[in-house]
């Protein structure tokens, strides 16, 4: 089988290559440890409204997924004939010449082991190279790397290849990412919430109340972007937690960069919606809602959401549930990650639901830490959370649900949601090949 993948990387690569240097689009390169698909998403939303864009199709962003976003296809999995019809649309592209091929790539570019980022930018080398977070991720993604100055290595090689005519997007308040300028041949903007940031957030308000109108929550973030001695306001509809603001400000800087001003990237940025799975707001049954944060999970991604949850003021006697499962590729930091999040959950809400054998140590880390263990329940698999869920929760309520793709927390947002019809537009991971897993 990995001989087989081989031969099909190889034969993308070239493809792809072929490509890009007949067409020459901008390539915006996009990494970090956390914030890399929001990240895409935004900067893709202010530059759609005067460029032709192409973001990666899917959650396509590995040596496989980017050639596949630079044809302009789908995976054909396991089917030979659709491979065909890939080559074939790829051999069209170089042969012919397509007037409507995309002006810029926004591409995320992830990482599972050392030398996938050196991979990928020498297939697609970047005009502009982005990195979300690092060390203000956690210890995230150490299975392959060992410890996160390996990481830190793997995803400065996003901006190392850049040429001086280039630019390098780093993010300010990561304490492995802003030094990572000294790096870099290419000119560097920094985005942050510090004022030494070249384009910086302030007056940072996160939605403190649910509200429901017609069935539809009220809610988003709201914070003004500075740059150059101006300041204007930004409105994220619909969008929880103060990280989704470092997706805006990253955009802000790729727009900076393409002689966008201020005003026209907060008329842009109006659109953005936040990818599934990640802190989306759904109207759950029995008149409840779901934070539905279940695309993956990490100790500092955790903390983040459930610091959401516990900003937000619900009416009456209704009942906060932190629903969170296995976080997976922590290596040594397994246990003490775990019991970080589950030390902080009686803060956050009132009940807490764990699902996977990691969970348990959510679980007993809830309990040593004040949580009443008749709030406390854990569940082996998503499907036995789900089932409990439903017949629990009450009218009012709110559930938070993340965790790692590993134990699939979007099942049990599936289970819980007003509109299960909506799933495969709202919910991660519900594409075939997903759903026969």
Request: net charge positive.
């Amino acid at each position: 089988m990995n001989f087989f993948r081989k031969i099909l990387e190889k034969k993308l690569r070239i493809l792809a290559r072929a490509i890009l240097k007949k067409y020459h689009p901008d390539i915006i390169g996009i990494t970090g440890s956390v914030g890399k698909t929001s990240t895409k998403e935004a900067i893709y939303t202010v530059l759609k409204s005067k460029f032709t864009v192409r973001k990666n199709i899917k959650n396509y962003n590995n040596e496989i997924g980017v050639p596949l976003t630079i044809i302009g296809s789908e995976s054909g999995n396991k089917s030979i004939f659709s491979w065909m019809l890939i080559f074939l649309k790829a051999a069209g592209l170089i042969l012919f010449k397509d007037g409507r091929y995309p002006k810029i790539l926004v591409i995320e570019m992830g990482a599972d082991r050392p030398g996938d980022i050196a991979y990928l930018v020498k297939m697609a080398p970047c005009k502009i190279g982005v990195i979300t977070a690092i060390g203000s991720a956690g210890p995230v993604h150490l299975e392959f790397f060992g410890k996160v100055e390996n990481v830190v290595k793997e995803k400065s090689e996003i901006i190392r290849h850049l040429a001086p005519e280039g630019f390098a997007l780093l993010n300010h308040d990561d304490q492995y990412v802003h030094p990572l300028k000294e790096k870099t041949k290419a000119k560097v903007i920094s985005f942050g919430f510090s004022k030494e940031a070249d384009i910086w957030a302030s007056e940072l308000v996160v939605s403190e109340r649910l509200k429901m109108e017609n069935s539809q929550p009220i809610s988003g973030i709201s914070f003004k972007i500075n740059y150059g001695g101006n300041m204007v306001p930004i409105f994220l509809p619909g969008v929880l937690g103060r990280h989704q603001a470092y997706a805006a400000l990253a955009a802000a800087a790729v727009g900076v960069i393409y002689n966008f001003n201020l005003v026209e990237v907060a008329e842009s940025l109006k659109e953005f919606k936040s990818p599934p799975g990640r802190m989306n707001l759904i109207p759950g049954i029995k008149n409840t809602m779901i934070i539905d944060d279940s695309y993956n999970s990490s100790p500092v991604a955790a903390l983040a959401a459930l610091q959401v949850l516990a900003s937000i003021n619900l009416a009456g006697a209704h009942n906060k549930y932190a629903v969170l499962g296995d976080m997976s590729e922590l290596g040594s930091y397994t246990e003490k990650g775990h019991a970080e999040v589950g030390q902080y959950v009686a803060r956050a809400a009132d009940v807490l639901i764990t699902v996977g054998e990691k969970g348990k140590m959510i679980a007993e880390a809830a309990r040593q830490h004040s949580m009443l263990s008749d709030r406390v329940f854990e569940f082996a698999d998503s499907q036995e959370a789900g089932l409990f869920l439903q017949e629990r929760i009450e009218e009012g309520d709110l559930i938070l649900v993340k965790g790692s793709q590993s134990v699939r927390m979007e099942k049990i947002v599936k289970e819980l949601m007003a509109e299960p019809l909506k799933a495969k537009q709202l919910l991660v991971r519900q594409d075939e090949a997903w759903q026969n897993k």
